[in-house]
């Protein structure tokens, strides 16, 4: 999921607050572009929950007959490989989904992420590179003479090539004042 906001030069940023600094860029006329990006997550409904009892119980039914003819182990993994289903579906419904914020301004370009990772970039000789062998790759990828960060990494393909047009276009417009 993409956010994505053109804040005017001055306004405070109370919803990135505890992540990203509230500071207004000063000196310049041109607005503050911050992308906000999320790991897209769908809440399993009580319908897919209920199918997928069904399937786990349908697979310990069909571990009984070998179990009758005298395969015990059969029926041990089946239960065992259910319960290791069912704990992954509980722990990434209980994880926090992961977010990453993206600010272009005229001072800078400011990545976080919900992990904790920081870095500043210099606006001027910054760009992004989409990189990729094959089309179902895309990886976003910020470079400046001194550093590259990849950028996106919760985003789904089709999301990244999205955010992929709007970042590059908010670089174009806010580095149009240095050229």
């Given at each position: 999921?993409?956010?994505?906001?053109?804040?005017?030069t001055g306004?405070?940023?109370a919803?990135?607050?505890?992540?990203v600094?509230?500071?207004?860029p000063?000196?310049?006329?041109?607005?503050?572009?911050?992308f906000?990006?999320?790991?897209?997550?769908?809440?399993?409904?009580a319908?897919g929950r209920?199918?997928?009892g069904?399937?786990v119980?349908?697979?310990?039914?069909?571990?009984?007959?070998?179990a009758?003819?005298?395969?015990l182990?059969?029926?041990?993994?089946t239960v065992?490989?259910?319960?290791?289903?069912?704990?992954?579906?509980?722990?990434?419904?209980?994880?926090?989904?992961?977010v990453?914020?993206?600010?272009?301004g005229?001072q800078?370009?400011?990545y976080?992420?919900?992990?904790?990772?920081?870095v500043?970039f210099?606006?001027?000789?910054?760009?992004?590179?989409?990189?990729?062998?094959?089309s179902l790759?895309?990886?976003?990828?910020?470079?400046?003479t001194?550093?590259?960060l990849e950028?996106?990494?919760?985003l789904?393909?089709?999301?990244?090539?999205e955010?992929?047009?709007?970042?590059?276009?908010?670089l174009?417009q806010?580095q149009r004042?240095?050229?």
């Amino acid at each position: 999921m993409i956010e994505y906001r053109r804040c005017p030069t001055g306004q405070l940023r109370a919803h990135v607050t505890d992540v990203v600094p509230a500071q207004s860029p000063t000196g310049s006329s041109k607005p503050v572009f911050l992308f906000t990006m999320r790991e897209n997550r769908s809440a399993m409904p009580a319908e897919g929950r209920a199918a997928a009892g069904a399937v786990v119980a349908l697979f310990v039914a069909m571990s009984i007959l070998p179990a009758l003819a005298g395969n015990l182990l059969v029926p041990c993994f089946t239960v065992a490989a259910m319960a290791a289903l069912v704990g992954a579906i509980e722990y990434h419904l209980r994880s926090k989904p992961r977010v990453e914020w993206l600010e272009i301004g005229p001072q800078g370009l400011s990545y976080r992420s919900s992990a904790g990772q920081g870095v500043n970039f210099p606006t001027l000789p910054t760009r992004l590179v989409l990189l990729g062998r094959s089309s179902l790759e895309c990886r976003l990828v910020l470079r400046s003479t001194a550093q590259s960060l990849e950028i996106g990494r919760c985003l789904s393909l089709a999301e990244r090539r999205e955010v992929a047009a709007l970042i590059e276009d908010a670089l174009r417009q806010t580095q149009r004042g240095f050229v």
